[in-house]
């Protein structure tokens, strides 16, 4: 399938989403929301149909944009419960960008822990920490809202700093050692060959096991069989070796290129077997913010002299101009 | 065997950015750290004091990315596991913080930072 059409779909799915939008004059919300619905199933259809010949790097551009501009819009927006949906959006572009580093489980726990709960957080305090708007003062901002503090001297610190952060990028980036890849490619299948159950799975479905045959055959003794994988000599080729301790190697085969480790078990690897300890500091961390949390939200707090004298002056000032009963 | 699994396993490294044709280290941390700059700035201008806040969240945030693109760079997971402590002290971060904003907004109710100015060390 040609990019273009995708395109071309994707424009149709905005202008109908654009229709769909609550609009006073002329209310066309039911045939916009139509043209949005058509236009994204044929994208997905057309996309599964293409089997996703896809562009990375406009991908990265992509996400990159959005990332960066809506934490723009995020620190320019007055109002604070648009400031924390921008930063939601910021959140997803940058899910975005982790999925194009391959990074897949990190990508969605942030998704479920920043956006789904950590920002709600926010949103909620947002609603409650507000004061209930007058009646003839609905649209007023606060004035902290509203003004920005010395914006012309933070922007230049914040870009300086920016500027020194990309220089270091660009003159200490090329001097890395490069990596080798070889070494990193046996880790993983080290860790592949520490998966039975996986080679199991992954043999069954190519059809290179008999019906008969499992990986751990003495549920007893489970590790009788040992499993090495190795490349095949002078080819490009993978093949899974089961060693039985007391006969030596008995069968070879070749495993399928698919058959690789996946992001969320070598994350698994590295979080359990070489860092041990990280969830217990993790727990010790959240455990010591909840007791903080319900320590200080226990407290009863008693509103200031000054506060106070400016809340009644208030509300006389409303009671004159008719209150909002009236 | 290397070969077919190369594109996918390595993260090109140059000295700038080019164009189009690749995506290279320098991209990501570029973003980090123009989103850690924007979160700095936002940090000083803003007087809203949850505002405030959520732009140290943004900080984290492009901490993150740092901490994965290089994951991805050494292909190994170890950034991959200390984003979970990224998110983990964001969400201490986020609890803590916020019990602290509506305890100081119960007492003055307001949420700018300058109602604050006479906190002494």
Request: hydrophobic letters at 55%.
């Amino acid at each position: 399938m040609h990019p273009v059409i995708l395109y071309a779909l994707l424009a149709l799915g905005a202008v109908g989403v654009a229709l769909a939008m609550p609009r006073r004059t002329l209310n066309v919300q039911l045939i916009g929301g139509l043209i949005a619905a058509v236009a994204g199933g044929g994208a997905v259809l057309a996309l599964t149909l293409a089997g996703l010949d896809a562009l990375p790097n406009l991908h990265f551009y992509a996400f990159a944009f959005i990332a960066l501009a809506s934490a723009l819009r995020m620190i320019t927006h007055p109002r604070p419960v648009y400031a924390a949906l921008y930063f939601i959006l910021t959140i997803l572009a940058s899910a975005g960008l982790y999925l194009i580093l391959s990074a897949e489980f990190m990508a969605f726990a942030l998704i479920i822990i920043y956006a789904g709960a950590i920002l709600i957080t926010y949103l909620f305090v947002i609603m409650l920490a507000t004061q209930a708007p007058s009646e003839e003062r609905l649209d007023v901002l606060s004035d902290y809202d509203a003004e920005a503090r010395s914006p012309v001297l933070a922007t230049i610190v914040g870009f300086v700093l920016l500027g020194a952060l990309t220089s270091m990028i660009f003159s200490g980036a090329s001097s890395l050692p490069s990596v080798d890849v070889e070494a990193a490619a046996a880790r993983d299948e080290a860790q592949l060959a520490l998966l039975p159950r996986r080679i199991e799975e992954g043999l069954r479905k190519a059809d290179l096991l008999e019906d008969d045959e499992t990986l751990i055959m003495d549920p007893e003794d489970a590790y009788r069989v040992l499993i090495e994988i190795e490349p095949v000599p002078g080819g490009e080729d993978r093949r899974v070796v089961f060693v039985d301790e007391r006969s030596g190697p008995d069968r070879a085969i070749e495993l399928p290129a698919d058959l690789r480790i996946r992001n969320v078990e070598t994350l698994a690897f590295n979080f359990l077997n070489a860092h041990p300890g990280t969830i217990e500091i993790a727990g010790i961390i959240l455990m010591m913010a909840m007791l903080g949390a319900v320590v200080l939200s226990r407290k009863q707090v008693q509103l200031d002299e000054e506060a106070k004298a400016e809340q009644t002056a208030a509300l006389a000032r409303m009671a004159e101009g008719g209150g909002p009963d009236a | 065997m290397l070969d077919s699994v190369m594109p996918f396993f390595t993260l090109a490294q140059s000295s700038a950015p080019g164009p189009f044709e690749t995506v290279t280290l320098n991209h990501y941390l570029f973003v980090s750290a123009a989103m850690f700059a924007l979160g700095v700035i936002g940090f000083l201008t803003r007087r809203n004091l949850i505002i405030m806040f959520l732009c140290t969240e943004l900080m984290f945030q492009a901490a993150g990315i740092a901490m994965i693109a290089f994951a991805r760079y050494w292909l190994n997971a170890d950034g991959q596991t200390f984003v979970i402590f990224v998110l983990t002290v964001a969400a201490a971060e986020a609890a803590l913080a916020l019990a602290l904003v509506v305890l100081l907004f119960r007492k003055r109710e307001t949420l700018s930072a300058e109602a604050w100015g006479e906190l002494k060390g």
